[in-house]
């Protein structure tokens, strides 16, 4: 059983605002999102690097985009994919996400980082030659194979992020289908990061019983590691979403709202936390 979660008080944001960056913690900026452009993040804002998704390094290296056995590659024009996927076995792709980390963190200035889409695409990647010689060397089955290559990724920039390093998870709590899908062992991984950060996105938060199953499943899931939940807030109507950000900071450690551009609407929202 976990414990009785505390209220959260502050509130976090997603933002490419710098006023708003200045005004919440934690601010998250994405410093490099799956298109694969480069925006630098103001002081004290903790940068997100999406680490194994970028269409535009694809397009220049498209042996480096995650494939399935059938040969179907990874990308937006295929039938399941928003962005393209690369892939974790390639040391030039370890190696080039190292590198943003090191930059983003040399242009925040801070001490804190958040990983994005370290992950394979979906049940079935990757099948790259690197990944099945790497696979064969292993001795290992598919399952461990992706799920030992994740870890460690994230146990090599562990020692590059001095102050907390916050990992990106799919919104999935059923015991199994984020190591099955996607190769994260989340036990494994709650002994490398510091925090988890749930985004459980909608455009109306009309209800909110599935945001509070989902929520409730990470307690148990995550549990001792701290996590954060993610709203999203963009054009969603304040009396809805201040009514997910109840759900939120009843479960989770934090309640962070992303891509809103009302900072009143934030404010108030972070005074509705407070208020209790
Ligand atoms: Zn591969």
């Not at 694809?58 to 024009?77: K, M, N």
């Not at 749930?198 to 996590?227: N, Q």
């Amino acid at each position: 059983m976990s414990e009785a979660p505390s209220r959260a008080r502050r509130l976090g944001v997603v933002t490419r605002y710098r006023e708003h960056a200045a005004a919440f913690s934690p601010a998250f900026w994405e410093v490099k999102d799956v298109g694969g452009a480069w925006i630098d993040p103001p002081p004290g804002a903790i940068p997100m690097v999406s680490c194994f998704g970028d269409n535009r390094l694809g397009r220049a290296h498209p042996d480096w985009i995650q494939v399935d056995q059938e040969g179907t590659l990874a990308t937006r024009e295929s039938r399941y994919f928003d962005w393209t996927a690369i892939c974790p076995s390639q040391e030039p792709v370890r190696a080039q996400a190292q590198s943003w980390v090191q930059k983003a963190l040399e242009q925040s200035g801070g001490q804190d980082l958040r990983l994005d889409d370290v992950s394979f695409a979906r049940d079935g990647y990757c099948r790259c030659p690197a990944c099945v010689s790497a696979m064969k060397e292993s001795g290992s089955d598919w399952s461990l194979y992706r799920q030992d290559t994740l870890t460690e990724f994230v146990r090599a920039v562990r020692p590059l992020v001095s102050g907390r390093l916050y990992l990106t998870l799919y919104p999935d709590p059923y015991p199994g289908h984020l190591e099955e899908r996607f190769g994260l062992d989340i036990d494994r991984l709650k002994g490398v990061v510091d925090a988890f950060v749930l985004p459980i996105y909608d455009l109306a938060y009309s209800t909110t019983y599935w945001l509070e199953v989902l929520a409730r499943g990470f307690v148990d899931r995550l549990a001792p590691t701290p996590w954060l939940l993610e709203l999203y807030g963009l054009d969603v109507a304040e009396a809805a979403l201040g009514r997910a950000v109840d759900v939120a900071a009843f479960y989770a450690d934090r309640v962070v709202i992303a891509y809103d551009r009302d900072l009143d609407k934030l404010k108030r929202l972070e005074a509705r936390l407070q208020r209790e």
